[in-house]
């Protein structure tokens, strides 16, 4: 009998030893795959972590003292600070009285420029109402315009006459080629247009490429150079329906601003839309290069 107790002991030790030592089976694919139950208790483990933070979260914690954020005018240069004080605040000044004021609170040492930013009550995607043209300045700009004529060689000789800085035919686009530009206005000839399509990439989001509206692509080459260096400037209203434009330099004088400021108020008055219902112009602001702005009374309603 003990002989046998003994055999029966070993047997069932023998297999333990063969159920311990057996591997788990896995599917190859599927809920029972090895990566799929791995990958479940690798979730089961991040949920339990994700529920112990939650319970530690709950108990609230005390709260530092709340950020101090400063004015806007106090995060400014002390100069702008100096400048906008002499500006009343919640106040319209006349066109007049605003280019004064403009020039006497420029806080630079630069000849800065005087800007004019006027929003709108067009809507730019509609064809008829997105602004865009071109105006001489009774004073000029102040700004030294470099002026490019892509042109036959014949004209470019006239356009070489009228003061154009660069003027030529296949050299210029050579030039384009090697992504050179050493200008500020490029005037056309309609003949010449299709050449320079190829370079819209380069031209057009510098605001150079020719347009008819921009009076840069004319048979009368000679006379848009001659408006070009006497001080024509485009302007055109934005995504935001605002027209930005510089009037010219703060050393020009009130007189000689006012001039240009109303020149170009008329030109802008004449540019309204014909299917505009509503208000054209719904603000006027007044400023220099990094100047204080200041709110003009509306010209027009």
């Known amino acids: 009998m003990a002989e046998e107790e003994a055999k029966n002991l070993e047997k069932t030790e023998v297999v333990e030893e063969t159920t311990n030592t057996k591997e788990e089976v896995f599917a190859k694919s599927g809920k029972k795959s090895k990566k799929h139950i791995e990958e479940v208790k690798a979730e089961e483990e ?70 004019a ?57 050579k030039q384009l080629d090697k992504g050179t530009i050493n200008f500020d206005v490029l005037i056309s000839t309609p003949a010449y247009m299709p050449k320079l399509g190829k370079y819209a990439r380069l031209l057009g989001p510098k605001g150079l490429m020719p347009n008819p509206k921009a009076g840069t692509v004319t048979m009368d080459v000679e006379k848009a150079v001659k408006e070009s260096k006497a001080g024509k400037v485009e302007y055109r209203v934005d995504k935001q ?21 109303n020149a170009f108020f008329e030109s802008l008055k004449s540019q309204k839309p014909n299917s505009l219902k509503g208000t054209y112009v719904k603000s006027v602001f007044i400023t220099t290069t990094m100047g204080p702005s200041i709110a003009v009374e509306n010209l027009y309603n």
Request: aromatic content about 4%.
């Open 241 to 261: 329906s605002i027209v930005h434009i510089g009037l010219g330099k703060v050393s020009f004088g009130s007189n000689k601003l006012f001039e240009n400021a």
């Open 46 to 115: 991040r949920q339990a972590r994700k529920a112990e933070r939650a319970a530690e979260g709950s108990v609230e914690k005390p709260k530092g003292a709340k950020p101090i954020t400063r004015p806007l005018i106090e995060r400014r240069g002390k100069k702008y600070q100096e400048a906008a004080k002499l500006i009343e605040k919640g106040k319209t000044y006349s066109l007049k009285d605003a280019i004064e004021l403009a020039i006497k609170a420029s806080p630079v040492k630069f000849d800065a420029t005087l800007e």
């Open 117 to 173: 930013h006027v929003r709108l009550g067009v809507d730019p995607r509609q064809a008829d109402q997105n602004i865009r043209t071109t105006i001489v300045l009774p004073n000029g700009s102040g700004k030294t315009v470099r002026v490019a004529v892509f042109a036959p060689a014949d004209v470019c000789k006239v356009a070489k006459a009228a003061g154009a800085d660069i003027a030529e035919d296949e050299e210029f686009l």
